[in-house]
């Protein structure tokens, strides 16, 4: 089993390239408590998805760290990198978005696997569930996954975050998920911004996506149709407009191309939205590591 990280963000609002700013005292980046996750749930490969001017610093850090103990590959995704046809429109610098990243990875993903953020903790719970559900299905299925978090427990005091909102059947099936780019805390509640540009009431215990999926490469032909369609439309000519993966997995499901189970867990997510985040998370891991969950130095 492979685990794709998205890590090619731009990192504008935190300031920095943040996938790889300690988070330990023994210099661990949130990236590494993921990759340590997944590594005792089966998985034994990563591909990190990130901007090629980065690629040393990932080297370096991260995959100098791992590759002792899972294979590690390398996918850029760059502005360029379109189907045959389609050219970047003048002026735009900001990337497509987390579909066609994980299209840009495709020549490195050949068995099930699981797709996560670089900046998001997910928990031990998440990775233990993706692999089991990818252990049963076979690499021509289309019975994906993905893991459901509380979303109260996915905000952030520092400002707005972007969601995936689910709607799931009694039986734990995904029915529909919107993307909501703008959502802030509101007591145990939250509040996002509408298309109206008005904000709204949304319940704390809606169950959101994390972008923490388990998918097989049968996606990739869809994906690849729905980004040509994405392109051919206004997607294709705005400056900052992006192909949401949780957006193409709503489509697929639509289309009858694919099935969506949602595991839920109660864990919370620690990130690093903000620059102003970081002291909570370094406070949450460290909690994490005194209980033992974590040993002090991941990768001995």
């Not at 990759?35 to 980065?54: L, P, Q």
């Not at 389609?86 to 299209?103: C, D, Q």
Request: with cysteine; net charge negative; aromatic share 12%.
């Amino acid at each position: 089993m492979t685990l794709v990280i998205l890590a090619a963000g731009m990192g504008s609002r935190y300031g920095g390239l943040k996938q790889i700013d300690p988070i330990t005292e023994s210099g661990e980046f949130i990236i590494d408590f993921s990759i340590y996750d997944a590594v005792k749930a089966g998985f034994d490969k990563v591909v990190f998805i990130i901007k090629e001017e980065n690629f040393e610093a990932f080297r370096d850090t991260v995959g100098a760290r791992v590759e002792p103990y899972i294979k590690v590959e390398y996918a850029f995704q760059e502005l360029y990198k379109l189907p045959e046809g389609f050219s970047i429109p003048e002026g735009r610098v900001k990337p497509w978005g987390t579909s066609h990243a994980l299209l840009c990875s495709r020549e490195f993903v050949d068995d099930n696997f699981a797709v996560i953020n670089a900046d998001d903790f997910y928990g031990r719970d998440a990775f233990v569930k993706l692999a089991q559900h990818l252990k049963s299905i076979k690499q021509t299925d289309t019975n994906y996954c993905m893991i459901g978090y509380v979303l109260r427990n996915t905000l952030t005091e520092n400002g707005t975050v972007s969601r995936g909102k689910c709607v799931t059947t009694e039986d734990g099936m995904l029915d529909s998920i919107t993307e909501l780019t703008k959502i802030k805390t509101n007591g145990a509640d939250a509040l996002y911004l509408n298309e109206n540009e008005e904000w709204e009431h949304l319940a704390g215990n809606t169950i959101v996506s994390m972008n923490c999926w388990g998918l097989t490469p049968a996606i990739f032909e869809p994906l690849q149709s729905g980004f040509e369609k994405f392109l051919s439309g206004e997607g294709g000519k705005a400056l900052k407009s992006e192909y949401y993966l949780p957006g193409a997995v709503d489509e697929m499901m639509h289309a009858g191309e694919c099935d969506v189970k949602v595991y839920a867990t109660s864990a919370c997510w620690y990130g690093v939205t903000y620059s102003e985040d970081k002291p909570s998370v370094v406070a949450s891991i460290k909690a994490l590591i005194e209980s033992g969950e974590y040993p002090e130095k991941l990768w001995k």
